[in-house]
């Protein structure tokens, strides 16, 4: 057993855990976050996509011992109170959703690319997101709403 401490979408938590125990479990079960879902359970399908130190990782896989002193983001931290992030804005602006299942680890791979990329051409944001797996065929909707809320971060509308 270990205790860790870290921030989850801003606010400070401790909590004792198996050193073999995943991020996933720990912000589902013992936290009470549920934007990170079970998909896959190998970091392939990006269902579980979390913030750690504003990098996407895929908490399924991730031990939580590794998150120690970080800060983590989940979707429900990534809105500013009533103001949702414009990524969140633009992916309900284009409908870039249905069943909202993996929409969560979407957005959240998103603003991971788009910290590291601000001005990403439709390639590129079709190639960084091709790792997030979308059943309901929402991916144009999405590569549309990765643009746009690259533009409105940048300080432009598109």
Not at 47 to 74: F, P
Not at 125 to 141: K, S, Y
Request: aromatic share 4%; glycine share 10%.
């Amino acid at each position: 057993m270990k205790t860790i401490s870290f921030t989850l979408n801003g606010a400070p938590r401790k909590v004792t855990i198996e050193d073999d125990r995943m991020l996933l479990w720990v912000l589902r079960d013992d936290l009470g976050t549920t934007g990170p879902k079970y998909g896959c359970g190998r970091a392939l399908c990006g269902s579980c996509t979390v913030l750690v130190n504003d990098e996407s990782v895929r908490a399924c896989m991730t031990r939580a011992t590794s998150i120690d002193g970080k800060s983590i983001v989940t979707i429900e931290g990534l809105a500013a109170g009533d103001q949702l992030h414009p990524i969140q804005a633009a992916f309900v602006k284009h409908a870039g959703f249905q069943c909202g299942f993996c929409t969560p680890g979407m957005i959240l791979g998103a603003y991971s690319l788009l910290k590291k990329t601000p001005k990403p051409t439709r390639a590129h944001i079709a190639q960084a997101m091709d790792r997030h797996l979308c059943r309901c065929g929402a991916h144009v909707r999405i590569v549309d709403a990765i643009e746009e809320a690259a533009a409105v971060m940048a300080g432009g509308a598109k």
